[in-house]
């Protein structure tokens, strides 16, 4: 099992980046796909999730991040906009077969990461 996430960079305060998880994932559709994002020093924190059970936010993102997903491409997404310098972090796409979760020991696959900046 592979995913793959791609799409981070180097982006103004208030600019927008759209993340993309290509996963090798041959039931793709029964999969719940993630976003966590982790900075030096601390924790994997919970971006948004999308599955069966619903979609969800973190409320530090909500209202500026929308996780979306195509089966038919075996890829989810997250795009994110107003982007602020403290969104700065490498972000992780990860999937698990249970419902959306937050925490991150729940999930059973993990993509690479990349890194997203955020200059002020």
């Known amino acids: 099992v592979q995913l793959q996430a791609s799409g981070g960079g180097l982006v103004q305060a208030g600019g927008s980046l759209r993340l993309s998880c290509a996963a090798s994932?041959?039931?793709?559709?029964?999969?719940?796909m993630a976003w966590f994002r982790q900075t030096p020093g601390k924790e994997r924190e919970f971006v948004a999730g999308?599955?069966?059970?619903?979609?969800d936010y973190a409320d530090s993102v909500k209202g500026r991040v929308t996780i979306s997903r195509d089966n038919a491409k075996n890829t989810a997404y997250l795009q994110m906009n107003s982007l602020k310098p403290e969104d700065t972090a490498v972000y992780y796409c990860?999937?698990?077969?249970?419902?959306?979760?937050?925490?991150?020991?729940?999930?059973?696959?993990w993509g690479q990461g990349t890194q997203v900046t955020v200059s002020s």
């Open positions: 990860a999937a698990r077969l249970g419902r959306v979760s937050t925490w991150a020991d729940n999930y059973d696959h």
């Open positions: 999308t599955g069966w059970s619903g979609i």
């Open positions: 994932l041959r039931t793709f559709s029964t999969y719940s």
